[in-house]
């Protein structure tokens, strides 16, 4: 019985392997736009030719920036039909798709295509995006309400108190509401940023979300809690509460600025953290002030003089904080004289310094000349000079705001160590041999292979193969060209992620024998 | 006897996991050391489509008296060179032989075919070893297929993409 059992499962087994025998894998014949090609115009689609007929399993578009693009696929008689993102900038596209044959073993690959230039994301990913204009105004707008709005609450609670014109309310409550409008912006265009998106997609409510989500989606919402705070304390009937509300809106603000952006990261953290609150604070009841004093000198207010000579004496320290914590940040952040012209991150910082240190000339001024004239009832002169000070903090605003597109040089060097660790070799060692594997340019790699007496291996073919599991990139497949004697190099590479790649190199020696070297290559 | 149906449906197991249908591949996954040992060469479609026009096998060290089945359509090649060691093949002492067989012929993507020769095996291969016979498959328009990757140790055939067909060695029959 066992016997017969057995001979009936044997024969359904070889039923099985004959009726599948037949079957092949799919392999790709051809693609549209082609591999390696450049087109000048986004192409709307891409079609991949297999030998037959395949089922899409996972397809996934790699924009030049490295994220990752939603496409969809869909099969058509032995080809792949891949529908493109119409508004796909230029740069380098990595398509990497994993489907299934007819006898369902699954193959993939990685195809990349260029629009309009090739590029290599090292490259790619300072390009500013479109939106980048907006998210700047946004962030200036977002300071303005910080620092004008609730700075200015302070101001008006906790320095000036007392009785006080209903312009300077209407203007501080003014700033809040352009903080406020900014923050909300902010939401969206952050979203828009994160996800690559053109302003079109603003309606999506996952944009949004994004946005939300995101390390400055926590710094927005402290940040308007504390101009909610600063708005509620110019409305508060009894000043104690007023002065204690706007004291709070300003400590909230401190801390909204330590929750995200290129400062909070710098490490010791509890270095710069503090630091970063501090500045913040400082710098909104110096910058807060400067408005809400020229409508008090200008509407000449009898209490003004005295207003201003109180700031005058509470700046000192102030600005003795802002400058410590300032150069905090700026040691924090790998700041060296050089990198203050030789990169962009300097010199914002060096437009910054010098908008500041003309602030500080005017409150010099300010201080020994026209603040006691203006005690004495003249005004004027302090109302003028106070004008040009309130344009110079929009300017050191904007300057501030340009720095969330300039990575810190502290960054700068991390990424330029990267690239020496990136100028190594990957040795890999086998039995039978060793390649050595090392970048060339932006998106090349030069190989080198010895055979295990140490002579340099003379092969006839080198193939590649470039996978990335983790990031779901199939294997990208190259054939090296001999450059020179013992030297095989690969152009034209594209990594649309970084991290530590599966390399794999098939060198064929002769007709029956190959050998093989696998890796892994990191990839900056 | 219980034996032999444990180690045929072992077999049979083995068969079943090996997702090598759309590989060339060897007919009987197993032989025994010292015998005779028909090979039958399954391609099952050509170089990404193109036809296949040529189909070489490098016969293996250890594997003597080699002799291809002639095949109608198709023109055969037989390459002789010395052995690196010396066999004993009935008696005689045997130190060259076939080294490569080549068939010439076509064979649309859209077909499948096999294609046999017979030889001995010899002691030289340990029971549990596997003799690999890489093969290379050409194409029109230039295409080809190699089916020559050895395995490394710790490996199987199933790691590799592109596998050279292999028959198990196992150990004679008490």
Known sequence: ?524 | MTKTRLAALGAAALMLASPALAHVTLEAPQATAGSTYKAVLRVPHGCAGAATLKVRVQIPEGFIGVKPMPKAGWTLDIVKGKYDGSYQLHGNTVTEGVKELSWTGNLPDDYYDEFVFRGTLTDAFAAGSTVYFPVVQQCEGDKTERWIEIPADGKTADDYESPAPGVRIVAPAK
């Not at chain 1, 999506?204 to 989606?217: E, Q, V």
């Not at chain 1, 330590?258 to 604070?281: D, F, I, K, N, V």
Request: net charge positive; hydrophobic share 55%.
């Open chain 1, 1 to 524: 019985m066992l016997r017969l059992l057995a001979r009936i499962v044997l024969a359904a087994i070889g039923g099985a392997m004959l009726a599948t025998a037949a079957f092949a894998h799919a392999t790709l014949l051809d693609s549209d736009p082609a591999e390696g090609s450049v087109a000048a115009r986004p192409p709307g689609e891409l079609r991949l030719a297999f030998n037959e007929p395949v089922t899409p399993l996972a397809v996934k578009l790699f924009a030049p920036d490295g994220r990752e693009a939603e496409v969809t696929a869909t099969a058509r008689d032995n080809d792949l039909l891949v529908t493109l993102p119409a508004d796909a900038g230029a740069g380098t596209y990595a398509l990497s798709w994993r489907v299934a044959s007819a006898d369902g073993h699954p193959i993939g690959g990685t195809t990349t295509f260029s629009i309009g230039h090739a590029s290599s994301r090292a490259a790619a990913a300072p390009e500013a995006s479109a939106i980048a204009p907006l998210l700047w105004l946004a962030r200036i707008g977002v300071y303005i309400g910080w620092i004008g709005g609730v700075g200015g609450a302070f101001f008006l609670m906790v320095i000036a108190g007392g009785r006080r014109p209903a312009v300077a309310d209407r203007a501080v409550l003014g700033l809040i509401g352009v903080g406020a409008i900014a923050s909300a912006l902010s939401f969206g265009l952050q979203g828009l940023d994160a996800f690559g998106k053109g302003l079109g997609d603003l309606g999506s409510a996952a944009i949004w979300l994004a946005g939300l989500k995101s390390g400055y989606g926590a710094t927005l919402v402290t940040g308007a809690v504390a101009l909610a705070l600063a708005a509620g304390a110019l409305r508060f009937p009894t000043s104690r509460l007023a002065a204690g509300t706007a004291s709070l809106a300003l400590l909230t603000v401190a801390a909204a600025l330590t929750l995200s952006g290129h400062a909070s990261t710098a490490s010791p953290a509890w270095a710069a953290r503090p630091a970063l609150a501090l500045h913040g604070a400082a710098a909104a009841l110096w910058g807060g002030s400067l408005l809400p004093l020229l409508i008090l000198v200008s509407t000449r207010q009898p209490q003004a003089g005295r207003i201003a000579q109180r700031l005058s004496g509470l700046l000192l320290p102030t600005v003795a904080l802002l400058a410590l914590s300032g150069l905090t940040l700026a040691f924090l952040q790998g700041v060296t004289i050089a990198s203050l012209t030789g990169t962009a991150y300097g010199r914002l910082l060096g437009g910054k310094l010098l908008l500041v240190l003309a602030m500080l000339g005017i409150g010099a001024i300010n201080r020994r000349i026209l603040v006691p004239k203006a005690a004495t009832g003249d005004g004027v002169a302090l109302g003028r000079v106070l004008m040009v000070d309130v344009c110079l903090l929009l300017a050191v605003l904007a300057v501030v705001a340009g720095w969330r597109f300039t990575p810190p040089p502290r960054s700068l060097a991390a990424a330029a160590a990267a690239s020496h660790r990136h100028a190594t070799m990957l040795h890999i060692q086998t039995a039978r041999g060793m390649a050595m594997v090392q970048f060339s340019g932006q998106a090349g790699l030069d190989i080198w292979l010895t055979g295990a007496d140490g002579r340099v291996l003379t092969a006839r073919e080198v193939r590649l193969s470039l996978a990335n599991p983790a990031a779901g990139l199939e294997p990208m497949r190259r054939q090296a060209t001999l450059a020179t004697l013992g030297r095989w190099h690969v152009d034209g590479l594209t990594f649309p992620v970084g991290g530590a790649w599966d390399l794999r190199l098939d060198v064929l020696i002769s007709d029956f024998d190959s050998l093989s070297f696998e890796g892994k290559l990191v990839v900056p």
